[in-house]
């Protein structure tokens, strides 16, 4: 077995088992605490908790206006991220290839030249952010060999899926095996640190905005 | 059990999946400290509002977490010393208003002013509230309900002589009544013209209505303290105080943390819906005035009005000042950022009742002064009794020429007959 052979095989599953498992794991256990008592009637007019959750889910992808001019920087660059990061894993033909591989879904590709550029950009705003991360005080203070460890894990499949597209400085074979072994490598880290804010958002939002909506709150 | 290990358990007492998500969702990205005003006043970093509660995060993950087991087993979670949470009460208490603003910058939908909350539990359960002068505060008020120690024949005998003082009728220890004010201990110490200016709207309004010395001060400093017995104990006693009286109303006083309190918590401390609507004063105000039970003379002024973070942002209340301006035909020019995004005073949380917190305190109130003074406006207005001090103690402390007005008592001067 070639380690491509070991990477599209067992390395794949074993990495789908840690993500999925350690995934629900870690999301059960906060879900089954004991929920807290609400007992307080909630505010005349109150449009329904599960109403105001879903609307917090979405509001908090964009920071209200007043926040901006001192926040301008870090949305701008983790904005380029993510978005060039869902360009790149839902617009790329290979990418593509690979989720009707496993979902049976299909969707047409991005021109590869702008999947490329996308990914340029998002590769620059990752170094950005880590360059933010190591000199901005606060994000300095805050950070954790998790920050670090998770963009090193994010990192190298935008690296390795950058040199695989212009087949560069190795053969195609062994570049393909690098970035499906990081993106595993990825995966089997995804639940055990922040990168798991890729769900935990969704229900850290919803949770504030249905506890406020019943307020009457902003949320 | 030692110091250190009594915050931790008492952080995490109570502990559910809205708090978990809290502590498991946060990316470190920052941004809660460019919402909040002690980090955009002083640069310091130390003052970011996740970073605030750091240490309470092994506790989380020792007890409470989805991988606590582990942490357990395997010794992951760091000790935290007692000298640590010591450096940190300036953190949990000092620089922290639990305004909230932070949590309406998180990305993430953190309630980072809720974790706050809880950090000071722990605090206060390991014996590491600020003595001068919240913590002895809290600690008056738990043993006797009040927490300047004010008995019931001298509540009784002080609204008493405010009725005479103001020339308005005091109701006092009724049997029965529809409608129960209660008062901040701010107001009792410092403004008691809010007094009389309740009793005074309530005379108008024509509907029964009573002060109950059973259970009169809603100020609940226990809460901002972080001790939940007292904190609950407070609580209760105003309850049973409106309960024993048939109570349809419980009125709370100009005060953000009476208000969330009695509003939001009462009930769960209660064990059942509460037996009566809680309002606060300027809902109460904006109601009648749009049903005409208050009815008022217009008002040619122009001004400006402070929202109260509790009133506001994190109870929901935000347009009933509004209401009340309009309705009086003030001409308001708001504050920027008024509103939901509104900027605490910096003495809210009890910040204002720790006598060390004083000049970064102040710090935070140059935001406000600036913002007041970038309206042009020479009084601001505001339903909080906390906010109201501080901005009087702010302004007098920068030889500010601007004045402060509750409210509540513009409402009752300007009555019609």
New interface residues.
């Given amino acids: 077995m070639t380690l491509l052979d070991f990477a599209r095989g067992p390395g794949l599953q074993g990495a789908w088992l840690v993500m999925v498992g350690g995934t629900a794991?870690?999301?059960?256990?906060?879900?089954?605490?004991?929920?807290?008592?609400?007992?307080?009637?909630p505010?005349i007019g109150f449009a329904g908790r599960v109403r105001g959750g879903l609307a917090?889910v979405f509001t908090?992808?964009v920071?209200?206006r007043?926040?901006w001019p001192?926040?301008a920087v870090?949305v701008g660059l983790?904005s380029t991220f993510h978005l060039g990061l869902a360009v790149i894993v839902l617009g790329g033909a290979p990418h593509i290839q690979v989720i009707h591989q496993f979902f049976w879904l299909t969707w047409p590709s991005l021109p590869k030249g702008l999947v490329v550029i996308v990914s340029g950009l998002t590769l620059a705003s990752m170094i950005a952010l880590l360059f933010r991360?190591i000199y901005?005080?606060?994000?300095?203070?805050?950070?954790?060999t998790d920050?670090y460890l998770s963009w090193l894990l994010v990192f190298l499949p935008v690296l390795t899926g950058i040199l695989l597209s212009g087949e560069t400085i190795a053969s195609y074979r062994t570049l393909l095996t690098l970035h499906i072994l990081s993106v595993e490598l990825m995966m089997v880290w995804l639940p055990?640190g922040?990168l798991?804010?890729v769900k935990?958002?969704f229900?850290?939002?919803?949770?504030?905005?249905m506890?406020?909506a019943r307020?009457?709150?902003?949320t | 059990m030692n110091t250190a290990e009594k915050a931790m358990r008492g952080f995490v007492s109570?502990?559910?999946?809205?708090?978990?998500?809290?502590m498991?969702?946060?990316?470190?990205?920052?941004?809660c400290?460019?919402?909040c005003q002690f980090?955009?006043q002083t640069?310091d970093?130390?003052y970011?509002p996740?970073?605030k509660i750091a240490p309470f995060r092994q506790a989380y993950e020792r007890e409470?977490?989805?991988?606590?087991l582990i942490y357990r087993l395997f010794g992951l979670a760091r000790k935290v010393t007692v000298d640590e949470l010591t450096s940190w009460q300036d953190l949990i208490y000092d620089s922290c208003n639990m305004c909230g603003r932070c949590?309406?910058?998180?990305?993430?939908?953190?309630?980072i002013a809720d974790l706050v909350e809880k950090a000071r539990h722990g605090m206060y359960t390991a014996g590491l509230a600020p003595a001068d002068y919240l913590g002895l505060l809290a600690e008056k008020e738990h043993a006797t309900g009040s927490p300047f120690r004010l008995s019931v024949t001298k509540f009784r005998e002080m609204l008493h002589a405010i009725g005479d003082q103001y020339g308005v009728a005091m109701h006092v220890d009724e049997a029965t009544a529809d409608i129960v004010p209660t008062v901040s201990s701010i107001d009792l110490k410092t403004y008691p013209g809010s007094m009389a200016a309740i009793a005074k709207i309530l005379n108008h309004v024509g509907e029964s209505w009573t002060f109950r010395t059973d259970g009169f001060d809603a100020d609940n400093v226990s809460l901002t303290a972080g001790d939940r017995d007292g904190q609950r104990a407070t609580t209760l006693g105003v309850v049973q105080a409106a309960t024993t009286c048939g109570a349809k109303t419980l009125l709370m006083p100009e005060c953000g943390h009476a208000f969330t309190e009695m509003?939001?918590?009462?009930?769960?401390a209660?064990?059942?819906?509460?037996p009566f609507?809680?309002m606060q004063i300027t809902e109460f105000l904006a109601e009648g005035l749009a049903d005409g039970r208050i009815r008022v003379k217009t008002v040619k002024q122009r001004a400006t009005y402070h929202d109260a973070c509790q009133v506001?942002?994190?109870?929901?209340?935000?347009a009933a000042p509004r209401t009340i301006l309009e309705a009086l035909g003030v001409d308001l020019h708001e504050l920027?950022?008024a509103g939901?995004?509104n900027w605490c005073c910096g003495g809210g949380g009890g910040v204002a009742l720790i006598n060390r917190a004083a000049p970064l305190r102040q710090k935070a109130f140059e935001i406000k002064q600036r913002q007041v003074e970038a309206t042009g406006m020479d009084t601001v207005y505001t339903s909080c009794s906390g906010c109201r001090q501080t901005l009087d103690h702010g302004g007098k402390a920068a030889q500010w020429n601007k004045t402060v007005g509750s409210l509540l008592e513009l409402v009752a001067d300007s009555l019609r007959p």
């Avoid at chain 2, 506001?312 to 935000?318: D, H, N």
């Fill in positions: 794991w870690r999301i059960a256990g906060i879900l089954l605490l004991r929920q807290r008592l609400h007992l307080a009637a505010r917090t908090r992808f920071p209200r007043t926040f001192r926040i870090s983790s991360r901005h005080p606060v994000l300095r203070l805050l950070s954790t920050d055990f922040k798991l804010h935990l958002a229900y850290s939002r919803a949770a504030m905005g506890n406020f307020k009457g709150a902003a | 109570d502990f559910g999946p809205t708090a978990a998500l809290s498991e969702s946060c990316v470190h990205c920052g941004r400290a460019e919402a980090y955009v640069g970093p130390r970011t996740i970073h409470v977490g989805p991988f606590a949590s309406l910058i998180c990305p993430m939908g953190i309630d509003r939001w918590e009462a009930a769960n209660f064990g059942r819906k509460l609507r809680v506001s942002r994190r109870g929901g209340a935000t920027e950022d939901d995004a």
